[in-house]
């Protein structure tokens, strides 16, 4: 009996097979011919697409012979579910290829040849208690245990619902916090995350529920499963908790200029893992959360976005202090990033070795904009200002004695 069984089904997946092949064989020599042919004869005289013609022949064919098949009669179940599957799949590509024709949109046209699919399935074999009655009865014994098709099948179709229907309520409910009033963003980004992570949480408890899961049967695996996690994902979960105490304390925010050890840039998003700072140079570091937690992190904007550059300066020691600090002040005020309030200033620092030592003190609110292109312009502006007032820049200077040799002794050492 098993073995008629084995063999009728063996035969109902050869026809299958080569009904499929027959088709895309008859449609490789009909399918240009017929379109020439409606080219030469066709009226109005024009032309049809090579493909769909093609497609909708091998398809046409194969239901066909299917057809014949399922009329001849096989007495197997398994048989009878292989050729109504086989039918079904031609049934629903050959709706998809038309609706698609007709110019209906990707998702109606397959959700057209989904119902197809099982419209003919449930044609074929006069309703779905034959197909669930074959699911059921294919698999195999664990222990104490039966694994069905059916049961694999209905685990698939409840993890892809569920996993739909978390990324679609997660998308809904991240919309709605976006356009809630009240909230910064960086409030919302907080509130998403743990609403993403909630979602996340139900959604496998009412996968292991749906499932009927024996949680008690898993005690050895949970064991396991938490070795792990203490031990070879430690970093993964420091990083996960890092990131939300990193939104809830908003030590950290997405917009901040931070400074790393050598990276420095604005923070483009705190993620699960890491955050995403993007240098002046265009690159996009990864930090991982533990480490803005652990090291020591220059928040620039933290309470406030206004941040002062010293921009160092040496001029002679003939100079007009007066005029060269007026000098200095204008060219800072010029520049169109730097900060009326508070406004730039001058000090001067010490007398050094080739002239005064001043320093340019201005304030910017833009440092994720970069402070080297302001200190550039700053220093541009003030060289012209100097060359218009006849002040120069020191150049290096250094003094070289030179002892000639002594009369019956030694040169000095140096």
């Known amino acids: 009996m098993a073995d008629a069984a084995i063999q009728q089904a063996l035969l109902a997946m050869l026809v299958s097979i080569a009904a499929f092949g027959l088709g895309q064989m008859v449609s490789r020599k009909l399918g240009p011919a017929l379109v020439r042919w ?3 004869h066709g009226p109005g005289k024009g032309e049809l697409p090579v493909r769909p013609i093609c497609t909708v022949l091998r398809l046409s064919v194969a239901l066909l012979i299917l057809m014949v098949a399922t009329a001849i009669g096989f007495e197997e179940l398994s048989a009878q579910i292989i050729l109504a599957v086989a039918t079904g799949v031609a049934v629903g590509l050959l709706v998809h290829r038309f609706a698609r024709s007709a110019g209906t949109g990707r998702v109606i046209a397959t959700l057209l040849g989904l119902v197809a699919f099982v419209a003919a399935i449930a044609g074929v074999l006069r309703g779905f208690a034959p197909l669930l009655e074959g699911l059921n009865a294919a698999g195999f ?4 245990r039966r694994v069905t098709l059916l049961g694999v099948l209905n685990g698939l179709l409840v993890v892809a619902l569920l996993f739909i229907g978390t990324r679609l309520a997660i998308r809904l409910i991240g919309r709605s916090i976006d ?11 907080l509130i998403q995350k743990l609403v993403a992570a909630a979602f996340v949480v139900v959604a496998i408890l009412m996968g292991i529920d749906l499932l009927g899961i024996d949680l008690t049967a898993l005690a050895v695996f949970s064991g396991a499963f938490g070795l792990a996690v203490g031990f070879g994902l430690q970093k993964t979960f420091g990083n996960m908790l890092s990131g939300l105490i990193l939104l809830m304390d908003r030590s950290i925010k997405p917009g901040d200029v931070i400074v790393v050890g050598d990276s420095f840039g604005w923070v483009n998003k705190i993620g699960v893992r890491a955050v995403s700072v993007i240098t002046r140079d265009g690159k996009e ?3 991982p959360n533990e480490l803005l937690m652990t090291e020591r992190v220059e928040n620039w904007s933290f309470s406030s976005r206004d941040v002062r550059i010293r921009i160092a300066l040496t001029l002679p020691y003939a100079t007009d202090l007066d005029l060269a600090e007026q000098l200095m002040i204008q060219a800072a005020t010029e520049s169109p990033r730097v900060l009326a309030v508070p406004g730039p200033n001058v000090w001067l620092r010490s007398f050094g070795e080739r002239g005064f030592d001043y320093d340019i003190l201005v304030w910017i ?4 904009q970069g402070v080297g292109n302001v200190q550039s312009d700053i220093l541009r502006r003030l060289w012209r200002l100097l060359q218009e007032n006849a002040i120069s820049i020191p150049l290096p200077q250094r003094e070289v004695h030179l002892h000639a040799r002594s009369e019956g002794g030694n040169a000095p050492r140096r």
């Open 38 to 40: 409606w080219k030469a």
């Open 141 to 144: 014994s664990v222990g104490s």
């Open 179 to 189: 356009q809630a009033g009240g909230l910064d963003r960086y409030q919302r980004v």
């Open 285 to 287: 570091h990864l930090i």
């Open 365 to 368: 609110r833009d440092p994720e």
